[in-house]
């Protein structure tokens, strides 16, 4: 397994299912948009919940950043349908059932088979400008993500 993504390095690209099987692929969005790689354990789970609900109410202010936000998580593509419409999501959730993607990027937790609480903000050039590694059971902060886009030229 690799060792967790620094600020600086090529984003390994991928290509992941979303949670209606659309394949999306990061190295698309190169020249177009910053993307905010939002990995989280376990659709489902209270924290996880808030995290996503609270991305899904400031899509707007992403948006007016020139970002895209993607949730990453193991769980399946039928998974995350179900969370996404009972929550009533907007943003886009990525299925890495294979751990292909957390593996690539140093996040994953082998001892329960899951990623890592993370996120991951990728240039528009496809470089890793922004690293948070957080503790399984912390919330990230949207404020501190959306500051840290401003900051992305």
Request: with cysteine.
């Amino acid at each position: 397994m690799a060792s967790e993504i620094k600020v600086g390095e090529k984003a390994p690209d991928f290509t992941l299912e979303d949670q209606d099987k659309n394949p999306v692929t990061l190295s698309s969005f190169r020249g177009k948009k910053n993307v905010v790689l939002a990995f989280y354990p376990l659709d489902w789970s209270p924290i996880c919940t808030n995290e996503n609900t609270c991305f899904s109410n400031d899509l707007p202010r992403f948006d007016d950043s020139n970002a895209v936000v993607f949730g990453i998580s193991t769980d399946s593509t039928f998974c995350h349908k179900a969370w996404k419409e009972a929550l009533k999501l907007k943003q886009t959730l990525l299925s890495d059932i294979k751990r292909t993607v957390c593996k690539a990027y140093g996040l994953y937790i082998e001892e329960a088979n899951i990623n890592k609480r993370a996120t991951v903000i990728v240039d528009r050039e496809g470089i890793v400008r922004y690293v948070k590694v957080q503790e399984i059971l912390t919330a990230r902060d949207d404020q501190e993500i959306l500051a840290a886009l401003k900051k992305i030229a």
